[in-house]
């Protein structure tokens, strides 16, 4: 088995033509594999621990709904082996599971496009969630969601949330990076992952 | 009562030095946290930024302040769009990412990478109603697929199928530039959510 993330969740194979596509961007995929490295097996996870990672990842890829559950599986198994326990898989879970929506929507500046402002819901954790999963990770799911789904409407005092509730500057660089890398991490799973259910287009020739 | 005069200045930029509207000209960024400053930087920093002239930039030196997974993503980024020996053409990846960040509603993203479209495609009419008109402008069918596929893989949950993959197909993509639309839009999901929840753009004259 690979031991690349995005070819094992998409289901590549070595020596398929998906994997041979893949291999004609090298550095795009040593890459992806080092930024997954990166987040969530770090030489020094600093300020933000690995159990606050996974948990976060799980809150993530669970919001991309029914379609991705296959990455959110993945994370589940590794908040798990980070050493949470049933009750924070589960608060996590419901937690994800009351953000459910369909994104993006969001306001711009007021101005011409304000005509495209798209409303929707403004995401809180759960109140019986939210001992279990203590103030530094409700704030960040609270963020999260608004990354994932609305991010438009992000603003300084979204930052401000986090740093009161104990979020470091290099705490939130290392948070918005894991959330925002989940969101291109997930896109070419999906990607990928359609195109290897389909027969290889031998129509045309790559080189 | 509220006495006006004592009222805390904002924390943000009046209205009327940022921009409202999509557009191709260039706009600066202003980081809502702290970036690093040089005298800050050690070899691991550096390296983070890969590019030394990186170091100008108020939003690389943000996001240095997590040196490992800015490295990696940087060398993510350059391979998806710069490595054109084979598979889609430059415009076409520049398309991906400005529909990505047109339908996210990042006017800094597609500010950039509009004028990068423009500049590979010569078609700079086309790509000024991807901004003017949104994601349902008609292009003609080749960019309409491209802007498609990443309106689709950009909505979360993720809209992407095979659907997407037969119109590309249909429109002369083989899977490697199918790949390169996936890689492009997915890339942009990941950077509109930093540039939009990290700071602002700005008018670029105020600089």
Redesign the interface.
């Known amino acids: 088995m690979t031991l690349d993330i995005i070819d094992r969740l998409a289901g590549i194979e070595p020596g398929s033509?998906?994997d041979l596509?893949?291999a004609?961007?090298?550095?795009?995929r040593?890459?992806?594999q080092?930024?997954h490295l990166?987040?969530f097996a770090?030489?020094d996870p600093r300020g933000v621990s690995l159990l606050e990672r996974h948990a976060v990842a799980v809150f993530v890829t669970t919001?991309?709904?029914?379609?991705?559950s296959g990455v959110a599986d993945h994370y589940v198994s590794e908040l798990t082996a980070a050493g949470a326990s049933d009750g924070l898989v589960a608060a996590v879970l419901a937690a994800a599971a009351a953000g459910a929506?369909?994104?993006?929507y969001?306001a711009?500046?007021?101005?011409?496009?304000s005509a495209?402002d798209a409303a929707g819901p403004e995401y809180a954790v759960p109140a019986v969630t939210a001992a279990a999963l203590g103030e530094r990770l409700a704030a960040a799911f609270a963020?999260a969601h608004?990354?994932?789904?609305r991010?438009?409407d992000?603003s300084?005092a979204?930052?401000a949330a986090l740093t009161d509730a104990g979020w470091s500057?290099?705490d939130?660089?290392?948070l918005?990076?894991e959330?925002?890398?989940l969101?291109?991490?997930?896109?070419?799973v999906?990607?990928?992952a359609?195109?290897a259910?389909?027969p290889?287009?031998t129509t045309?020739?790559?080189? | 009562m509220t006495d006006l005069s004592t009222t805390p200045a904002p924390?943000?930029r009046p209205?009327q030095d940022?921009?409202?509207?999509?557009t191709q000209d260039a706009l600066g960024w202003e980081p809502?946290?702290?970036p690093l400053t040089e005298d800050e930087l050690t070899e691991r920093h550096w390296s983070g930024l890969v590019d030394r002239s990186r170091a100008k930039s108020e939003y690389f030196m943000?996001?240095a302040?997590?040196p490992?997974?800015?490295?990696?993503?940087t060398?993510?980024d350059?391979?998806?769009f710069y490595?054109t020996r084979?598979?889609l053409p430059r415009a076409e990846r520049e398309l991906a990412a400005t529909a990505a960040s047109r339908?996210?509603?990042?006017?800094f993203c597609a500010s950039v990478h509009s004028r990068f479209a423009s500049h590979f495609s010569k078609r700079q009419d086309d790509v000024q109603r991807l901004l003017d008109e949104?994601v349902g402008a008609d292009l003609g069918e080749r960019w309409n697929a491209i802007v498609a596929a990443a309106v689709a893989?950009?909505?979360?949950?993720?809209a992407?199928?095979?659907e997407?993959?037969h119109r590309l197909?249909a429109a002369g993509l083989?899977?490697?530039?199918?790949?390169?639309?996936?890689?492009g839009?997915?890339?942009f999901?990941?950077?509109?959510?930093?540039m939009?929840?990290?700071g602002e753009p700005v008018h670029e004259h105020e600089r």
């Not at chain 2, 940022?18 to 999509?22: E, N, T, Y």
């Not at chain 2, 339908?103 to 006017?107: K, L, S, T």
């Not at chain 2, 530039?177 to 996936?182: A, F, L, P």
Request: aromatic content about 6%; some cysteine; overall charge negative.
């Open positions: 033509s998906l596509v893949r004609e961007r090298p550095a795009a040593d890459n992806a080092e930024s990166a987040l770090p030489a919001l991309h709904g029914a379609g991705s929506a369909s994104g993006p969001g711009y500046p007021p101005g011409p496009l495209e963020h608004l990354l994932v789904f991010p438009r992000a300084p979204a930052l500057v290099d939130i660089v290392t918005s990076q959330v925002a890398f969101s291109f991490q997930l896109r070419v999906s990607g990928l359609t195109l259910a389909l290889a287009d045309r020739s790559s080189s | 924390d943000v209205d940022r921009p409202v509207a999509f809502w946290l702290p943000l996001l302040r997590d490992d997974i800015l490295g990696a993503r060398r993510t350059k391979d998806i490595n084979t598979g339908f996210n509603g990042c006017i949104g893989l950009t909505a979360t949950p993720i992407f199928g095979e997407h993959v197909r083989d899977d490697l530039e199918i790949v390169d639309v996936v890689n839009a997915a890339f999901n990941w950077a509109n959510r930093l939009l929840s990290l």
